[in-house]
Nanobody
Framework: QVQLVESGGGSVQAGASLRLSCAAS????????MGWFRQAPGKEREFLAA????????YYADSVKGRFTISRDNTKSTVYLQMSSLKSEDTAVYYC?????????????????????WGQGTQVTVSS
């Protein structure tokens, strides 16, 4: 199994930037595709970004395209979410998730059901 721990959240003003990190405890991190999701109060968990195991391909939700960047460092077993031009509507708990290559047949998974492991989440609050 894989354990994931997010960090880097906090409270910032609109227009600021934050970089979230997600550290994986397993030794087979490079086998997993990774994703970032967020969940605001009273709303469903929302897909944000996905990255393939090698890091050579990414996919973004329309809501964050151009502002957020997902990346990974397999030597550190860590995936990142660089967020810029933050808005108040970005306020949510942010989660990272991992999936094995056989979990879903498609390259970029956007559904929560397609991921096998989840972190505990980190709070991001954006004020204006």
């Amino acid at each position: 199994q894989v354990q994931l721990v997010e960090s880097g959240g906090g409270s910032v003003q609109a227009g600021a930037s934050l970089r979230l990190s997600c550290a994986a405890s397993g030794r087979t991190f490079s086998r997993y595709a990774m994703g970032w999701f967020r969940q605001a109060p009273g709303k469903e968990r929302e897909f944000l970004a996905a990255i393939i195991p090698s890091g050579g391909g990414t996919y973004y939700a329309d809501s964050v395209k151009g502002r957020f960047t997902i990346s990974r460092d397999n030597t550190k077993s860590t995936v990142y979410l660089q967020m810029s031009s933050l808005k108040s509507e970005d306020t949510a708990v942010y989660y990272c998730a991992a999936r094995g290559l056989s979990t879903s047949s498609r390259l970029y998974a956007t559904g929560t059901y397609e991921y096998d492991y989840w972190g505990q989440g980190t709070q991001v609050t954006v004020s204006s």
